[in-house]
């Protein structure tokens, strides 16, 4: 799952309730740092350290067709690293992906605001696509109950990289007074206070999951890991000009549920559990249209 899919949100609270009759671009982007933390299972590499962190950054056109639908294209960037000097798995420390996505958004019905996009994400070092490519198709909505209170539904789904996996997004936002309330399932779950129109301060659940196939002159030929963890983070965020915005935060991935990666053959066979310390973590994120 890709780290910012917060960006739905963002752009459907920024620009949903605007008419719109000018092209415009959407730079955002992730960058997160988890602290250095050791293994604690399974015994045999108990005390093992590892090192992660992660990044995610796009850059959106905004082709209008009308002042309710435009036409999306995003090209992007996804990092992940990590540093375990004694992974009995493989030696890779860096993943990057590229993706390319099209799509739409509309919001011609009335109180409604949608938002399609599909695409591919592949290996920049392996240009294999029957191994290294992963297709994403996002559908997203939001309704206007009405003016303070709004309901959120969609799906993401990935195929590749060996997981195929489709997610829900349901939830719901409201806000009362200098209070925004987010519950929307597995992008946005945060509470925020708006101090004034440039301080927001929040609190805030980070979904973190990632996952990559292997190279084939690995231990683990071709095989695949994914990386889950959940963090309970605070931030603040700035709001520069009425629109862009610079978030700077710190968490913790171990409050919830401890931090874990996956490790398996090709076709899914000899899987392997390493449960990883919890840590602190911290990062900052941004969103800049233009």
């Known amino acids: 799952m890709r780290l910012f899919t917060f960006v739905l949100l963002s752009f459907s609270l920024v620009f949903a309730d605007q008419k719109l009759s000018k092209n415009f671009f959407i730079f955002q982007g992730d960058v997160i740092s988890i602290q250095r933390s050791k293994i604690e299972s399974p015994d045999t590499l108990k005390g093992q350290e590892t090192k992660i962190a992660l990044s995610d950054e796009s850059l959106t056109f905004h082709h209008m067709k009308t002042d309710e639908t435009a036409l999306r294209f995003e090209v992007g960037h996804e990092w992940f690293h990590i540093d375990w000097k004694e992974n009995p798995n493989f030696c890779r420390e860096n993943f990057h992906l590229i993706i390319g996505q099209v799509g739409f958004f509309t919001d011609h019905f009335e109180n409604w605001w949608i938002l399609f996009m599909t695409g591919l994400a592949f290996d920049l070092k392996n ?5 290294f490519s992963q297709w994403r198709t996002t559908f997203y909505a939001r309704y206007n109950y009405h003016n303070k209170f709004r309901i959120h539904v969609g799906l993401l789904g990935y195929l590749g990289f060996r997981y195929n996996e489709v ?5 719901i936002d409201f806000n009362w007074k200098k209070l925004q309330v987010n519950l929307v399932f597995p992008q946005n779950i945060a509470l925020e206070y708006k101090i004034n129109p440039t301080i927001v301060p929040y609190v805030k659940l980070r979904f973190m999951t990632q996952a990559r196939r292997l190279d084939k002159d690995e231990p683990r030929s071709l095989g695949a890991f994914r990386y889950e963890a959940t963090g309970l983070e605070g931030g603040l965020r700035f709001v520069i000009k009425k629109y862009a915005n610079l978030d700077v935060y710190v968490g913790h991935t171990g409050l919830i549920v401890h931090p874990r990666l996956r490790v398996e053959g090709r076709n899914g066979t000899n899987r392997i559990w390493y ?8 990062g900052i994120s941004f969103f800049v249209p233009f």
């Open 127 to 131: 240009i294999q696509f029957k191994w």
């Open 167 to 171: 997610y829900p997004i349901i939830g």
């Open 275 to 282: 449960d990883i310390k919890s840590s602190f973590y911290g």
